[in-house]
C-alpha cells in the first residue's frame, strides 16, 4: 500500500482463515496499540485477540461484516462503534489481568472499559485471525469419515485487512 510496510490477510475460504500472532514478554500489566483497516465493511469479520502463553484467549475485539467494531463481554458482543472501508483505526488497549479489566481507545477517542471474557494470570500473544475460533473436528467427530464436506471448494468474497503497525509496553 503506497510502499507502506503492512502486514496484509486475505481470506475468501469459508472453511478456513488467515492468522498472525505477534509474540512479546509476559506481562500482567500491558498497553498494546495497533493500526488496522478493513477494505470492505460489507463481508468478513477480522477477530483480534490477547492471550496466554498456552493460547487461552482473554479478550477479543472484532470488524464484522456489517461495519461494526464490536468487544466479547460473556455471551454477548458489546458495540464500540462503526468503521469505515480503507480508514486507519488506532485501537489501544490496556489491561490488567489482576483486575480482569481493559480499556479500548479508538482513534483517540474516550476509553470504553470492559471486563475479560475469560481470566487468565498474564498475556504474551496478540492475535489477528479472519475468521472465528475453530471447534470442529472435536473429541466426539467420528473418526472414521469418508465424505467432504458440501461447498468445501466455493470461495465467498473476499475480505482484506491490513495491519500497519504494532506496539506493545
Known sequence: VNNQKIVALHDSDPFDYAKVERIFPES?????????????????????ELLDKKGTATLRLMLDSTGSILTKQGYR???LG?????????????????????????????????????????????????GEVRRFPNADTPTDQDYDLPGA????KEAVYYIHSVKTK
Not at 500482567?28 to 483480534?48: M, P, Y
Not at 490496556?94 to 471486563?115: A, C, D, Q, S, W
Not at 471448494?153 to 465467498?156: A, H, S, T, Y
Open 28 to 48: 500482567k500489566q500491558l498497553v498494546v496499540e495497533f493500526t488496522i483497516s478493513a477494505q470492505q465493511t460489507n463481508t468478513g469479520n477480522l477477530e483480534v
Open 77 to 79: 458482543n458489546k458495540s
Open 82 to 130: 462503526k468503521y469505515n472501508a480503507g480508514e486507519p483505526l488506532n485501537i489501544k488497549i490496556e489491561l490488567n489481568t489482576t483486575t480482569r479489566f481493559y480499556t479500548v481507545t479508538i482513534n483517540n477517542g474516550k476509553p470504553n472499559l470492559n471486563l475479560f471474557f475469560q481470566p487468565v494470570e498474564s498475556v504474551g500473544r496478540l492475535l489477528f485471525r479472519t
Open 153 to 156: 471448494d466455493r470461495k465467498v
